[in-house]
């Protein structure tokens, strides 16, 4: 029991790091696409080990399998979301490149 | 331990709020409110009310700030009243000018103090008034459903939430008289990007499904008809945005039916047993449960149809020409 | 109080019907108009006829209707509104022959005709009024029927005046409403004739009653055109003829003077308003005002506005009788009623003939009027002599009586009033006469209407004559039973009866 | 409350017009507007064969899915409900006639705004609803469709103009009603019941109350253009089409009016105090002398209508320092409360009647010349007298000259003054009628002037001009029932818990 | 203090601030934005309130209300929106400009 929580504990605070990293990051990146790095991939980590930490907490094996579940869900969606504000970004800044350089 | 978890909450949500008003930009406030909106469904989790943080989470932060964000696109994103405040301090047109506008935002600031003093007094003060906890709790078996908010919405309550469904097709209606245009027209076709519709069309069938199980949990538990809608109608907004737009490719006469049909039947139910003697959206106990379930179906059903359209539609607006001016 | 008869309701619709029939009628359809008009007419003298003769029967004859509790709209027959409704509707009557020839060919006539029977309507209402709401609903009702009549001409000149007629009127019967409801929320519902109501109230609520009376007399005197309320009534002369002559010598000025013999007589009483010294101020009002329209009219070029301003001393006599107290008095205000009104009328159709006919609408220009047009002039200076209050003719008669009364009354100044304002009247009058009659005329006019033989249209011509006779009749049988009067003589003795 | 008749009318009076407004949906624009109006005569009729119901029986109640109060929701209607529906039926029967002739006759340009059908099927649903609703979240919800759909119609025309009157008077709608239901909020937190008819019984005074009144008030105040908020119904208003403007004037501001009578007359009677009474009579009497004179000041006959507006809901809120007992006052008789009572409900029925006709007529003015330039009346007199006379009999009305509506509105108006020894506003009521005079004649001289250049004139439809007509003879009319009426609106729950809580509460209001 | 004494103090302010926003704030979307706030406040009193007279579970009837309420005021707040963006798009305008 001791050593679950204790499991438990380090996993939240890991995940937590993650956390706090990857918003540093958004704050403190000075363009879009570190910050986008900082967000989805410090932060879904994170959750990562959230997740990981909750599931191992909860007894319940179904429990467990929805919070795997949405760390899943929302993996899938931040890349994908990542993929497409850094596309849009890209389509937004070649023209401009190419009118005004610098 | 739990009451510092409230309270943090609570400056959390108040800051934010704040902010969303306050903020520079226009995208910040929308971003903001996206924050806000979450932070309340938090608050209602803490007070325990699942259902309306699933509502707030799903309708008012997520399809609303879906809403805000696509408007975003049309307003020019820098402009804010402090910018405009800065402008003018650097050039003042005259002295009188921001004088004029300063007295009365003090005035209202003055009496918006003043008010917000009486309005914690009276909260603060209320007296217990008891709920209807009790009451509620004693006509539960009869009502068909085992969740007492489901029992409130569809069946204690049906009037209201009849109407409900009705101020959403209103809503619908009421954008397409702000087009100013003539009715239905078909939503266009969205960006097509291969990595996006993949995932939408992966998504589709989950969100389906965690609608029609929110659906049917509805009758125990937290969910029911507008939790569901607002997943159907999330798969409705991604499929308009995977460029399917699903109500163009539907003949006219079904996307109608499909959008009133949760109004109408509902009405159409109460209507018939009020012919047999019965009260408007009167139950008998022994079918309460099933008639419900159906009501509900439908219901969420037509809200799910009415989000998309909504959604559809707003969206639609700006690629449509300048209409001409009619004469009154 | 009970619906004993729907004849009072009769009266009314035999000129509010036509009125409203006309308005549906096309503008074309002028034969047909004239006949509705005149059998509006001549029902309703016809009908006034028959109720009169049932009253002096001793019948009853009472139309209620109950709007809410305490407001009841009820037309209620009495002999001071039968004199009334008679002077009125045989004028009316008259007045409609003159309107058809003077409008001949014009514009609208259509709402000429329609608003002109409205006018009526409201008139006789005001007539036969039982409570104080009715009176004041007819007497609303006057002021917008009568406007489009003031207006009638269309040029901006009629707009405007309509404009000042209005703001006088809407401000009267706004100030008279506040009265209406003020004399309800203190007395309760008043009849015409209950005077023990006022007279119970008088011992608390005295202030009240007294700052009521003078609300009313406010409200009553624009219409009254008493000074300093007057103004509207030269400035609305820009009306045709028949309107200035039917309304604002008879039906409108009269429904304020009428107003004020109700107030006075049927509402406070005699007795009450003599006690609370109410009357006092209004001898004064009506008297100063009888002189300043006298001085005012001396100055006059304009044909109308010299007989307007006439009016408004005029009919300050009947304030004036009102506010002296005893019989004699009020029975030379109540005929003055019916005398002034004949012998103005006769006045404005004269007028209106000689523009009509001649295009002449100033006094400089009447020179000769006289021999071209001698039955209308005739007529006119039958007017002027009454006016002035030569004997035999109807003004002399109330002139006398309300010159007798005052002396009962002791009242010796108002007899200098009368006396000053008779010269005053001989001054601008006489003249016009002299010019008529004894000038040359200054060069040839030549008549603007095809008349045949006559000196102008038939329907111009015999409406002069009969009221000029009117006014000579009344005068000279003065003293036969069923003269004007005879029957004011009697309702004047009532009130003090009572 | 519960053992009342019961009745299936107030179900159908909510639920048919709705239903129709859905069916509507499926046809095309033609159909549509066939539908709409076959549904407009339908509600229309309905609502009056309601009103004679409950003239016969009194009140009846509905109760909906069999639940009572307070879990479930009532639908009660009482005389105050029956009248108000009864006028609704008329006013909104006759606007739809008039909307049929009017879009039909502009099909071949603008499409015939097919549009207009449900979204005022539903606005018709919502008043109706309001009227009978007896909950007060119930009351929220009518509201926000009455609210939704009279500003969707407000923006049908697609101009600029309309829609951006149209978003102001939305977030007014909007803001108003939410703060109405903050004091519902309160007022359910401290008494557990939102039934209005338990509340009388449960709540108390005290700040919460006081602040939830507050609110309530101010929310509704909002939604009815009472003075200070007043802003957004002039352009709301006179930017709209001639039907819908008509409907907004007429229909929709009386919803929040009527609430608030409830209210403060039904619920509110414990916590009422002196002073907010002339606090709200202040705000009307503003309302009155500021709206008469922007409408004297306006330009064209719309903007001129519409400023009315405000002068003449000025008077309905002059009726609540009337309801409640004036300091040194004897609580023994309420004979005040009568009239003040009687003053109101025919304030909203006359203007109803009068400002509808105005609008229909403003609206084939536009329709005839292309425009509504104050000095258009100068060249129609003579072409459209019936339409001249509209105008002329419900200015009459407005102003309150004998025998209209108008007239007694402030007839009654005034005696409830005198009675309560508030005579204070004496002066602010003949004044209003005295401005009203003003623009009111400003606009009808001119018909009585000679047309200077004529203009280029579209013959319009005989059906709108006698809808118009008949409209604003509507507003003399009803002044026959009168002593009916008043006895009838007395038998209504409002007033006697009125009349009671004065009783009661005679030195509650001596502060 | 309990917790739905903290919320229930939170919601008198979000509603004022809301208010005041309403008033306030020039572009359209935070007027908007600002209705939402205040409705929140709102909902967040309902809910308090069933907090506070929860017995097994918390009172049903504010949450009905308040899901019936939060709807309501999207549906309001989505046609606002759209009316705003109709605006914009005909005249480019993203204030009331003869406000204040």
Request: with cysteine; aromatic share 12%.
């Given at each position: 029991?001791?050593i679950?929580?204790?499991?438990?504990?380090?996993?939240?605070?890991?995940?937590?790091?993650?956390?706090?990293?990857?918003t540093?990051?958004?704050l403190?990146?000075?363009?879009?696409?570190?910050?986008l790095?900082?967000?989805?991939?410090?932060?879904?980590?994170?959750?990562?080990?959230?997740a990981?930490?909750m599931?191992?907490?909860?007894?319940?094996?179904?429990?467990?399998?929805k919070?795997?579940?949405i760390?899943l869900?929302?993996?899938?969606?931040?890349?994908?979301?990542?993929?497409?504000?850094?596309?849009?970004?890209?389509?937004?800044?070649q023209?401009?490149?190419?009118k005004?350089?610098? | 331990?739990?009451?510092?978890?409230?309270?943090l909450?609570?400056?959390?949500t108040?800051?934010?709020?704040?902010?969303c008003?306050l903020?520079?930009r226009?995208?910040?406030?929308v971003?903001?409110?996206?924050?806000?909106?979450?932070?309340?469904?938090?608050?209602?989790?803490?007070?325990?009310?699942v259902?309306?943080?699933?509502?707030?989470?799903a309708?008012?932060?997520?399809?609303?700030?879906?809403?805000?964000?696509?408007?975003l696109?049309?307003f020019s994103?820098a402009?804010?009243?402090?910018?405009?405040?800065?402008?003018a301090?650097?050039?003042?047109?005259s002295?009188?000018?921001?004088?004029?506008?300063?007295?009365?935002?003090?005035?209202?600031?003055?009496?918006l103090?003043?008010f917000l003093?009486?309005?914690?007094e009276?909260?603060?003060?209320t007296?217990?008034g008891?709920?209807?906890t009790a009451?509620?709790?004693?006509?539960?078996p009869?009502?068909?459903?085992?969740?007492?908010?489901?029992?409130?919405l569809?069946?204690?309550?049906a009037?209201d939430?009849?109407l409900?469904?009705g101020?959403?097709?209103?809503?619908?209606l009421?954008?397409?008289?702000?087009?100013?245009?003539?009715?239905?027209?078909k939503?266009?076709?969205?960006?097509k990007d291969?990595?996006?519709?993949?995932?939408?069309?992966?998504?589709?069938?989950?969100?389906?499904?965690?609608?029609?199980f929110?659906?049917?949990f509805g009758?125990?538990g937290?969910?029911?008809?507008?939790?569901?809608?607002?997943?159907?109608?999330?798969i409705?907004?991604?499929?308009?945005?995977g460029?399917?737009p699903?109500?163009?490719?539907?003949?006219?006469?079904?996307?109608q039916?499909?959008?009133?049909?949760?109004l109408?039947?509902?009405?159409?139910?109460?209507?018939?047993f009020?012919?047999?003697?019965?009260?408007?959206?009167?139950y008998p106990?022994?079918?309460?449960g099933?008639l419900?379930?159906?009501?509900?179906?439908?219901?969420?059903?037509?809200?799910?149809a009415?989000?998309?359209?909504?959604?559809?539609?707003i969206?639609?607006?700006?690629?449509?020409?300048?209409q001409?001016?009619?004469?009154? | 109080m009970e619906?004993?008869?729907?004849?009072?309701?009769?009266?009314?619709?035999?000129?509010?019907?036509?009125?409203v029939?006309?308005?549906?009628?096309?503008?074309?359809?002028?034969?047909?108009?004239?006949?509705?008009?005149?059998?509006?007419?001549?029902?309703?003298?016809s009908?006034?006829?028959?109720v009169?003769?049932?009253?002096?029967?001793?019948?009853e004859?009472?139309?209620?209707?109950?709007?809410?509790?305490q407001?009841?709209?009820?037309?209620?027959?009495?002999?001071l509104?039968?004199?009334?409704a008679?002077l009125?509707?045989?004028?009316?009557?008259?007045?409609?022959?003159?309107?058809?020839?003077y409008?001949?060919?014009?514009?609208?006539?259509?709402?000429?005709?329609a608003?002109?029977?409205l006018?009526?309507?409201?008139?006789?209402g005001?007539?036969?009024?039982?409570?104080?709401?009715t009176?004041?609903?007819?007497?609303e009702?006057?002021?917008?029927?009568?406007?489009?009549?003031?207006v009638h001409?269309?040029t901006?000149?009629a707009?405007?005046?309509?404009?000042?007629?209005?703001?006088?009127?809407?401000?009267?019967g706004?100030?008279?409403?506040?009265g209406v409801?003020g004399?309800?929320?203190?007395a309760?519902?008043?009849?015409?004739?209950?005077?023990?109501?006022?007279?119970?109230?008088?011992s608390?609520n005295?202030?009240q009653?007294?700052i009521?009376?003078?609300v009313?007399?406010?409200?009553l005197?624009?219409?009254?055109?008493?000074f300093?309320?007057?103004?509207?009534?030269?400035?609305s002369?820009v009306?045709?003829?028949?309107?200035?002559?039917?309304?604002?010598?008879?039906?409108?000025?009269?429904?304020?003077?009428?107003?004020?013999?109700?107030?006075?007589?049927?509402?406070?009483?005699?007795g009450?308003a003599?006690?609370?010294?109410?009357?006092?101020?209004?001898?004064?009002l009506a008297?100063?005002?009888?002189?300043?329209?006298?001085?005012?009219?001396?100055f006059?070029d304009?044909f109308?506005?010299?007989?307007?301003?006439?009016?408004?001393?005029?009919?300050?006599?009947?304030?004036?009788?009102v506010?002296i107290?005893?019989?004699?008095?009020?029975?030379?205000?109540i005929?003055?009623?019916?005398?002034?009104?004949?012998m103005?009328?006769?006045?404005?159709f004269?007028?209106?003939?000689?523009a009509e006919t001649?295009?002449?609408?100033?006094?400089?220009?009447?020179?000769?009027?006289g021999?071209?047009?001698p039955?209308t002039?005739?007529?006119f200076t039958?007017?002027?002599?009454?006016?002035?209050g030569?004997p035999?003719?109807?003004?002399?008669?109330?002139?006398?009586?309300?010159g007798?009364?005052?002396?009962?009354?002791?009242?010796?100044?108002?007899?200098?009033?009368?006396?000053?304002?008779?010269?005053?009247?001989?001054?601008?009058?006489?003249?016009?006469?002299?010019?008529?009659?004894?000038?040359?005329?200054d060069?040839?006019?030549?008549?603007?209407?095809?008349?045949?033989?006559?000196e102008?249209?038939a329907?111009?011509l015999?409406?002069?004559?009969?009221t000029g006779l009117f006014?000579l009749?009344?005068?000279?049988?003065?003293?036969?039973?069923?003269?004007?009067?005879s029957?004011?003589?009697?309702?004047?003795?009532?009130?003090?009866l009572? | 409350?519960?053992d009342l008749?019961?009745?299936?009318?107030?179900?159908?009076?909510?639920?048919?017009p709705i239903l129709?407004?859905?069916?509507?949906?499926?046809?095309?624009?033609?159909?549509?507007?066939?539908?709409?109006?076959?549904g407009?005569?339908?509600?229309g009729?309905?609502g009056?064969?309601a009103?004679v119901?409950v003239m016969?029986q009194?009140?009846?109640?509905?109760i909906?899915?069999?639940w009572?109060p307070p879990?479930g929701?009532l639908?009660?209607?009482?005389?105050?409900?029956a009248?108000?529906?009864?006028?609704?039926?008329?006013?909104?029967?006759?606007?739809?006639?008039?909307?049929?002739?009017?879009?039909?006759?502009?099909?071949?340009?603008?499409?015939?705004?097919?549009?207009?059908?449900?979204l005022?099927?539903?606005?018709?649903?919502?008043?109706?609803?309001?009227?009978?609703?007896?909950?007060l979240?119930n009351?929220?919800?009518?509201?926000?469709?009455i609210?939704?759909?009279?500003?969707?119609?407000?923006?049908?025309s697609?101009?600029?103009?309309?829609q951006?009157?149209?978003?102001?008077?939305?977030l007014?709608?909007?803001?108003?009603?939410?703060?109405?239901?903050?004091?519902?909020?309160?007022?359910?937190g401290?008494?557990g019941?939102l039934?209005?008819?338990?509340?009388?019984?449960?709540l108390?005074?005290?700040?919460?109350?006081t602040f939830?009144?507050?609110?309530?008030?101010?929310g509704?105040?909002?939604?009815?253009?009472?003075?200070?908020?007043?802003?957004?119904?002039?352009?709301?208003?006179?930017?709209?089409?001639?039907?819908?403007?008509?409907?907004?004037?007429?229909?929709?501001?009386?919803?929040?009016?009527?609430?608030?009578?409830?209210?403060w007359?039904?619920?509110f009677?414990?916590?009422?105090?002196f002073s907010?009474?002339?606090?709200?009579?202040?705000?009307?009497?503003?309302?009155?002398?500021w709206g008469?004179?922007?409408?004297?000041?306006?330009?064209?006959?719309?903007?001129?209508?519409?400023?009315?507006s405000?002068?003449q809901?000025g008077?309905?809120?002059?009726?609540?320092?009337?309801?409640?007992?004036?300091?040194?006052?004897?609580?023994?008789?309420?004979?005040?409360?009568?009239?003040?009572?009687?003053?109101?409900?025919?304030?909203?029925?006359?203007h109803?009647?009068?400002?509808?006709s105005?609008?229909?007529?403003?609206?084939?003015?536009?329709?005839?010349?292309g425009?509504?330039?104050k000095?258009?009346l100068?060249?129609?007199?003579?072409?459209?007298?019936?339409?001249?006379?509209?105008?002329?009999?419900?200015?009459?009305?407005?102003?309150?000259l004998?025998?209209?509506?108008?007239?007694?509105?402030?007839w009654?108006?005034?005696?409830g003054i005198?009675?309560?020894?508030?005579w204070?506003?004496?002066?602010?009521?003949?004044?209003?009628?005295?401005?009203?005079?003003?623009?009111?004649?400003?606009?009808?001289r001119?018909?009585?002037?000679?047309?200077?250049?004529?203009?280029?004139?579209?013959p319009?439809?005989?059906?709108?001009?006698?809808?118009?007509?008949?409209?604003?003879?509507?507003?003399?009319l009803?002044?026959?029932?009168?002593?009916y009426?008043?006895?009838?609106?007395?038998?209504?729950?409002?007033?006697?818990?009125?009349i009671?809580?004065?009783m009661?509460?005679?030195?509650?209001?001596?502060? | 203090?309990?917790?739905?004494?903290?919320?229930?103090?939170?919601?008198a302010?979000?509603?004022v601030?809301?208010?005041?926003?309403?008033?306030?704030?020039?572009?359209?979307?935070?007027?908007?934005?600002a209705?939402i706030?205040?409705?929140?406040?709102v909902?967040?009193c309902f809910?308090?309130?069933a907090?506070?007279d929860a017995?097994?579970?918390?009172?049903?009837?504010?949450?009905?209300?308040?899901?019936?309420?939060?709807?309501?005021?999207v549906?309001?707040?989505?046609?606002?929106?759209?009316?705003a963006?109709?605006?914009?798009q005909?005249t480019?305008?993203e204030?009331f400009?003869?406000?204040?």
């Amino acid at each position: 029991m001791m050593i679950k929580e204790v499991i438990t504990v380090i996993l939240l605070l890991v995940g937590c790091f993650f956390f706090l990293a990857g918003t540093l990051g958004v704050l403190r990146f000075p363009d879009l696409f570190s910050r986008l790095h900082a967000l989805t991939k410090a932060d879904n980590l994170g959750l990562g080990f959230i997740a990981a930490g909750m599931a191992l907490h909860i007894a319940s094996p179904w429990a467990a399998l929805k919070i795997i579940s949405i760390w899943l869900f929302t993996l899938l969606a931040s890349s994908t979301t990542c993929y497409l504000i850094a596309r849009f970004q890209k389509e937004q800044d070649q023209p401009k490149n190419g009118k005004e350089p610098g | 331990m739990s009451v510092l978890i409230d309270l943090l909450l609570a400056i959390l949500t108040v800051y934010l709020a704040l902010q969303c008003l306050l903020a520079q930009r226009l995208s910040q406030s929308v971003f903001l409110f996206f924050a806000f909106g979450l932070a309340l469904a938090l608050a209602w989790v803490r007070l325990g009310a699942v259902d309306v943080a699933i509502t707030e989470a799903a309708i008012a932060a997520g399809f609303m700030g879906v809403l805000f964000l696509d408007a975003l696109r049309d307003f020019s994103p820098a402009v804010s009243e402090n910018q405009e405040d800065l402008k003018a301090v650097q050039n003042p047109p005259s002295k009188n000018a921001t004088k004029s506008l300063l007295l009365p935002r003090l005035a209202l600031g003055l009496g918006l103090g003043l008010f917000l003093l009486i309005a914690l007094e009276a909260v603060w003060k209320t007296p217990d008034g008891g709920g209807l906890t009790a009451a509620a709790v004693a006509l539960l078996p009869e009502s068909g459903v085992e969740h007492p908010v489901t029992a409130v919405l569809l069946n204690f309550r049906a009037y209201d939430t009849w109407l409900e469904i009705g101020v959403i097709l209103l809503g619908l209606l009421a954008i397409y008289a702000a087009g100013g245009i003539n009715l239905y027209r078909k939503p266009g076709v969205a960006a097509k990007d291969p990595l996006l519709r993949q995932v939408i069309l992966f998504s589709t069938p989950v969100l389906f499904l965690f609608g029609a199980f929110l659906l049917y949990f509805g009758k125990t538990g937290p969910g029911g008809a507008f939790q569901a809608a607002v997943l159907w109608g999330a798969i409705g907004i991604m499929l308009h945005l995977g460029g399917w737009p699903v109500f163009a490719v539907l003949p006219r006469w079904l996307g109608q039916l499909i959008l009133t049909l949760g109004l109408g039947f509902f009405l159409v139910l109460g209507f018939l047993f009020m012919a047999r003697g019965d009260a408007l959206f009167e139950y008998p106990p022994a079918y309460a449960g099933i008639l419900i379930l159906i009501v509900e179906t439908l219901a969420a059903i037509s809200i799910a149809a009415a989000l998309t359209t909504i959604y559809a539609n707003i969206n639609q607006m700006q690629e449509e020409p300048k209409q001409n001016e009619s004469t009154t | 109080m009970e619906t004993t008869s729907l004849l009072p309701l009769l009266i009314l619709g035999s000129s509010l019907i036509p009125g409203v029939l006309i308005l549906l009628l096309r503008e074309d359809q002028s034969a047909l108009r004239s006949f509705l008009n005149l059998f509006g007419a001549v029902a309703k003298v016809s009908l006034i006829a028959w109720v009169f003769a049932g009253y002096l029967r001793g019948e009853e004859y009472t139309f209620i209707f109950r709007l809410a509790p305490q407001l009841t709209f009820a037309l209620q027959v009495d002999q001071l509104g039968l004199f009334f409704a008679t002077l009125s509707s045989v004028l009316w009557l008259v007045t409609t022959l003159y309107a058809i020839g003077y409008l001949e060919g014009g514009q609208h006539r259509r709402r000429f005709f329609a608003f002109f029977s409205l006018c009526i309507t409201a008139s006789t209402g005001i007539a036969l009024s039982g409570n104080v709401v009715t009176f004041f609903i007819f007497y609303e009702f006057l002021t917008l029927a009568t406007y489009p009549l003031v207006v009638h001409l269309g040029t901006d000149k009629a707009v405007n005046a309509g404009r000042t007629y209005l703001w006088y009127t809407i401000g009267g019967g706004t100030v008279l409403f506040l009265g209406v409801v003020g004399l309800y929320v203190l007395a309760g519902p008043v009849y015409f004739g209950q005077t023990e109501i006022i007279a119970s109230l008088i011992s608390e609520n005295a202030p009240q009653l007294t700052i009521l009376f003078f609300v009313f007399l406010a409200g009553l005197g624009v219409k009254a055109a008493i000074f300093p309320l007057h103004s509207w009534l030269p400035i609305s002369m820009v009306a045709p003829a028949p309107v200035s002559a039917l309304l604002h010598a008879v039906a409108v000025v009269k429904a304020g003077a009428f107003g004020i013999i109700r107030l006075v007589y049927d509402v406070y009483g005699i007795g009450v308003a003599e006690q609370m010294n109410l009357l006092t101020p209004l001898a004064v009002l009506a008297a100063f005002t009888i002189l300043y329209g006298s001085i005012r009219a001396l100055f006059q070029d304009d044909f109308k506005k010299r007989l307007a301003y006439s009016t408004v001393s005029q009919v300050s006599y009947i304030a004036l009788g009102v506010a002296i107290p005893g019989v004699l008095a009020s029975a030379g205000a109540i005929v003055h009623l019916v005398h002034q009104g004949i012998m103005k009328i006769t006045m404005f159709f004269a007028a209106g003939s000689v523009a009509e006919t001649y295009g002449h609408y100033k006094i400089s220009e009447l020179n000769g009027i006289g021999r071209r047009m001698p039955l209308t002039m005739g007529a006119f200076t039958t007017a002027v002599f009454g006016m002035i209050g030569l004997p035999p003719i109807a003004g002399f008669v109330s002139k006398w009586y309300l010159g007798l009364g005052a002396v009962e009354a002791g009242s010796y100044w108002v007899v200098l009033v009368l006396l000053g304002s008779s010269a005053l009247n001989a001054a601008y009058f006489l003249p016009i006469v002299y010019r008529a009659w004894f000038c040359e005329p200054d060069h040839e006019r030549v008549s603007r209407i095809r008349s045949g033989r006559l000196e102008t249209r038939a329907l111009l011509l015999i409406p002069v004559v009969v009221t000029g006779l009117f006014s000579l009749a009344a005068g000279v049988f003065a003293a036969l039973a069923g003269s004007p009067l005879s029957i004011a003589r009697e309702i004047a003795e009532k009130f003090y009866l009572l | 409350m519960t053992d009342l008749p019961t009745s299936p009318f107030p179900a159908l009076l909510v639920g048919l017009p709705i239903l129709v407004a859905t069916l509507s949906l499926f046809f095309r624009p033609r159909g549509k507007a066939v539908v709409g109006l076959m549904g407009c005569l339908l509600t229309g009729g309905l609502g009056l064969i309601a009103l004679v119901e409950v003239m016969q029986q009194g009140t009846v109640i509905h109760i909906l899915g069999g639940w009572d109060p307070p879990l479930g929701i009532l639908l009660r209607m009482d005389s105050l409900a029956a009248v108000f529906i009864g006028m609704t039926a008329v006013v909104g029967v006759f606007i739809s006639l008039y909307a049929w002739w009017f879009f039909r006759a502009r099909e071949a340009t603008n499409g015939g705004f097919p549009l207009f059908w449900p979204l005022w099927l539903f606005l018709w649903a919502g008043l109706n609803g309001l009227f009978l609703s007896n909950d007060l979240f119930n009351l929220f919800v009518t509201i926000e469709v009455i609210g939704m759909s009279a500003v969707a119609l407000a923006v049908l025309s697609g101009k600029t103009a309309a829609q951006i009157a149209g978003l102001r008077y939305l977030l007014a709608a909007i803001t108003g009603s939410m703060a109405y239901l903050f004091g519902v909020a309160l007022i359910y937190g401290s008494t557990g019941t939102l039934d209005l008819g338990l509340l009388r019984q449960v709540l108390e005074p005290g700040a919460t109350t006081t602040f939830a009144l507050l609110v309530i008030t101010l929310g509704l105040m909002i939604k009815m253009a009472g003075f200070p908020f007043h802003f957004w119904l002039p352009p709301a208003h006179s930017s709209a089409l001639a039907p819908v403007s008509a409907l907004l004037s007429a229909l929709v501001v009386k919803g929040a009016f009527y609430i608030l009578l409830r209210l403060w007359m039904e619920v509110f009677g414990v916590s009422i105090t002196f002073s907010a009474g002339q606090l709200i009579g202040l705000a009307g009497a503003i309302a009155v002398i500021w709206g008469s004179w922007q409408a004297f000041m306006q330009t064209s006959l719309k903007l001129i209508v519409a400023h009315s507006s405000v002068a003449q809901l000025g008077y309905l809120l002059m009726i609540f320092p009337l309801l409640i007992l004036a300091p040194g006052v004897a609580a023994g008789s309420a004979d005040w409360l009568s009239p003040a009572w009687t003053a109101g409900v025919y304030q909203v029925m006359a203007h109803a009647f009068a400002k509808a006709s105005f609008f229909l007529s403003a609206g084939i003015i536009i329709m005839a010349l292309g425009h509504d330039h104050k000095g258009s009346l100068r060249d129609l007199a003579s072409r459209m007298p019936m339409t001249v006379m509209a105008i002329g009999i419900a200015g009459v009305s407005l102003i309150g000259l004998p025998p209209s509506g108008g007239f007694f509105a402030k007839w009654m108006l005034l005696k409830g003054i005198f009675l309560s020894g508030q005579w204070w506003w004496a002066p602010v009521v003949l004044a209003g009628s005295f401005l009203t005079a003003g623009y009111v004649f400003m606009l009808l001289r001119l018909a009585f002037a000679t047309a200077r250049e004529k203009e280029p004139f579209r013959p319009v439809p005989k059906g709108l001009e006698v809808c118009a007509l008949l409209l604003a003879l509507g507003s003399f009319l009803i002044v026959l029932p009168a002593e009916y009426l008043i006895q009838f609106l007395e038998s209504s729950e409002a007033f006697g818990s009125g009349i009671q809580s004065i009783m009661e509460g005679g030195t509650y209001g001596n502060d | 203090m309990e917790t739905y004494q903290i919320y229930i103090l939170t919601s008198a302010v979000l509603f004022v601030i809301g208010m005041g926003g309403v008033f306030m704030a020039r572009h359209f979307i935070k007027k908007i934005i600002a209705t939402i706030i205040m409705g929140g406040g709102v909902f967040l009193c309902f809910v308090s309130f069933a907090q506070r007279d929860a017995l097994t579970f918390a009172d049903p009837v504010p949450h009905a209300l308040v899901i019936t309420g939060i709807v309501v005021a999207v549906a309001s707040a989505a046609f606002a929106l759209a009316l705003a963006r109709r605006i914009y798009q005909l005249t480019g305008e993203e204030s009331f400009t003869n406000d204040k």
